[in-house]
């Protein structure tokens, strides 16, 4: 015998659109964003300018070098285009908000209410853990791992980084500490999806330990604290996830399953 919900007509009925609609409307919202990009780079460039901040993006490694030690540049360009590079990330993680909202608008229209529910959670809560784990590595990993190096170069070494080799490893730590500050949205979904159940992934804590420790080995510089300062948060966010997955699965059912979970009289 049927359901009653077999008789209930599809919440995106008649909301199609051709395929060319769409390829225009992803056309807007790419501009929107660009544009969004654009006025946060423009509004950096004048304060506080792309000096100020590669200062600032400088100023955790200059503070453990020794004393009147400054970045080198060996390329002729690069004293100009290396800031550059830094107002545009510092720009894109500015309007990052934007550009998130272009994407939520982009595929709402495509999804049930049951999966905006999830949805927007998701992108709000990757956004904040983004900037949550460049914010770590800013404030904690990049001083105590110069510190280290410091610590143990020899004193015939006079320790003059390339601006450019600094800043691609930066932005390289940032990438490292940013999108491992997403496990936790990586279980949820996982979880939600129903590729794995919460008793699996509590299962299977053991080896997201181990396997931390061994990402972080291979991902960051060869020292004990940038290594412990990512294998330790990762295990840490894997038991958050978890306990939001748990959360979100109970309160972002599709209505169906909610019904079909119901006994029957």
Known sequence: MSSSNDNKPDELAGTEAPFVSHLVELRDR????VIAVGVVFGALCVWPGPAGLYDLLAAPMVAHLPADTKLIATNVI????????????????VALPVVLYQLWAFVAPGLYSHEKKLVLP????STILFIAGVAFC?????????KFIQAFAPT????????????????????VFGIAFEVPIAVVVLARMGIVTLEQLRAW?????????????????PD????????IPMCILYEIGIIAAGLLI??????????????SA
């Open 30 to 33: 790419l501009i929107r964003a």
């Open 205 to 221: 804590r053991g080896y997201f330990i181990v396997a931390s420790f061994i990402v972080a080995a291979v991902v960051t510089p």
């Open 122 to 125: 998701l992108v709000v809560s």
């Open 78 to 93: 690069s004293p100009i285009l290396v800031p550059l590079k830094i107002t545009l990330m510092a720009a894109f993680m």
């Open 138 to 146: 800013y404030f904690l990993v990049i001083p105590g791992m110069s």
């Open 156 to 175: 015939t070494i006079t320790a003059a980084p390339d601006i450019e080799q600094y800043f691609g490893f930066v932005l390289t730590l940032f990438l």
């Open 224 to 231: 004990v604290i940038s290594q412990l300062a990512l294998a």
């Open 250 to 263: 109970k309160h972002t059912k599709a209505p169906d399953a909610e019904t079909d979970a119901k006994p």
